[in-house]
């Protein structure tokens, strides 16, 4: 069923089936709650969710209290997040906000359920559902429609200006869901400017946008939009590498966001300069790649180093039997000669020239004795 045309018993239906539903409903009884922003979006998509976020005209931090559950609490902001058993809910009073200049973080005041959902990106992230009867939509700003037509929306003209990092919201959501620009908020878009925003905000949000399933087609468009800097052969570099973190040797490596925010960065210079070099044995493969932090490694194996998947799976695990006790009960004297002859019998142990115990002592106080 198209979003726009949910009846209120499909919608009742919907509400019902979220875990934790119930325990919500018990802890807001006499409350004006709300689920609002993404939940509800998806919740009209009908995809799953780990997540529920919940407005209230109320105090919501006395309300996550009585969920239960491990509990963060921001008082000051009338804001709680508790966690029941792997779901998450965030709650907060009904703010208003207004923003002093373009790119300022907003000033945020008490507000109503209508102040707080105009305070939002997008129409399809500006509609609530109520916990208690009557179950309906809350939909100010036609994002039901919107949701059905896939578009993504500016509630009003300023809305790139008040917040930039928006524009980069823009792109996540576009590449998660499949979404366009709708033609108004195209151009509002294509004038934001990330410079009237702290370099810490961007980063953030360049972070949440490296976190999607759909990071590289969420980069891209921001390319394409003129946000951010990118080449052709970094977008395909990022994809390349967002597919090589999901499968061995490489998972767990390092992490989307890291690769993306260096990407968007350009600050890839090491990888690049890792990936211009051929390494002619194990040993020297792993004196070229120790010792360099996940991002980088990826990123060189993306522009095209194949030699560091022996690397990940194989050559940096290598392990010595003996240890510099070993040396120095061997009458090595304690100093560089210790770190020395360990180095060479790595070296020598990775590209299969000893073996064993005995073999690697050898060549250790063979090395160790060279001046």
């Known amino acids: 069923m198209a979003a726009a045309q949910i009846d209120p018993e499909s919608l009742r239906a919907r509400v019902d089936s979220l875990a934790g539903v119930e325990r919500l409903r018990a802890a807001t009884a006499g409350l004006r709650a709300h689920l609002v922003g993404g939940a509800v979006r998806d919740l009209l998509l009908g995809e799953p969710r780990a997540d529920l976020d919940v407005v209230l005209e109320g105090d919501a931090v006395a309300v996550a209290r009585r969920l239960g559950g491990e509990l963060v609490a921001h008082e000051r902001f009338g804001t709680a997040s508790a966690q029941l058993d792997g779901l998450t809910i965030d709650l907060a009073t009904a703010r208003a906000e207004s923003y002093p200049a373009p790119g300022a973080l907003p000033v945020v005041r008490p507000g109503s359920l209508v102040d707080d959902l105009a305070r939002r990106d997008f129409t399809v992230n500006a509609m609530a559902?109520?916990?208690?009867?009557?179950?309906?939509?809350?939909?100010?700003?036609?994002?039901?429609?919107?949701?059905?037509?896939?578009?993504?929306?500016?509630l009003h003209p300023g809305s790139f200006a008040d917040d930039p990092t928006r524009a980069l919201r823009a792109a996540r959501y576009a590449a998660r869901l499949g979404f366009a620009l709708e033609p108004e908020t195209d151009?509002?878009?294509?004038?934001?400017?990330?410079?009237t925003v702290s370099s810490q905000r961007v980063e953030a949000e360049l972070r949440r946008l490296g976190a999607e399933p759909e990071a590289a087609r969420a980069l891209e468009l921001a390319g394409d939009w003129a946000l951010l800097e990118l080449d052709d052969a970094t977008v395909r570099v990022a994809r390349d590498v967002v597919a090589l973190l999901s499968a061995d040797?490489?998972?767990?490596?390092?992490?989307?966001?890291?690769?993306?925010?260096?990407?968007?960065?350009?600050?890839?210079?090491?990888?690049?300069?890792?990936?211009?070099?051929?390494?002619?044995?194990?040993?020297?493969?792993?004196?070229?790649?120790?010792?360099?932090?996940?991002?980088?490694l990826a990123l060189a194996r993306g522009m095209g180093a194949e030699w560091l998947d022996r690397y990940v799976g194989e050559w940096r695990d290598v392990r010595l039997e003996i240890s510099g006790s070993d040396l120095l009960a061997a009458g090595v004297e304690e100093g560089p000669a210790i770190g020395r002859g360990l180095r060479a019998a790595l070296h020598a142990k990775l590209?299969?020239?000893?073996?064993?115990?005995?073999?690697?002592?050898?060549?250790?106080?063979?090395?160790s004795r060279v001046s």
Not at 133 to 148: E, M
Not at 267 to 290: F, I, K, N, Q
């Open 129 to 154: 559902v109520p916990l208690q009867d009557p179950v309906r939509l809350v939909d100010p700003h036609g994002g039901a429609a919107d949701l059905g037509a896939r578009l993504l929306r500016v």
């Open 187 to 195: 151009a509002l878009l294509r004038r934001a400017e990330l410079a």
């Open 249 to 296: 040797p490489w998972r767990g490596v390092a992490t989307q966001a890291d690769v993306v925010l260096a990407l968007a960065r350009g600050d890839v210079g090491g990888a690049r300069e890792l990936a211009s070099r051929t390494p002619s044995s194990p040993a020297e493969a792993v004196e070229l790649a120790h010792g360099l932090d996940g991002a980088t």
């Open 351 to 367: 590209d299969g020239e000893v073996s064993g115990r005995d073999e690697e002592l050898r060549a250790a106080l063979e090395a």
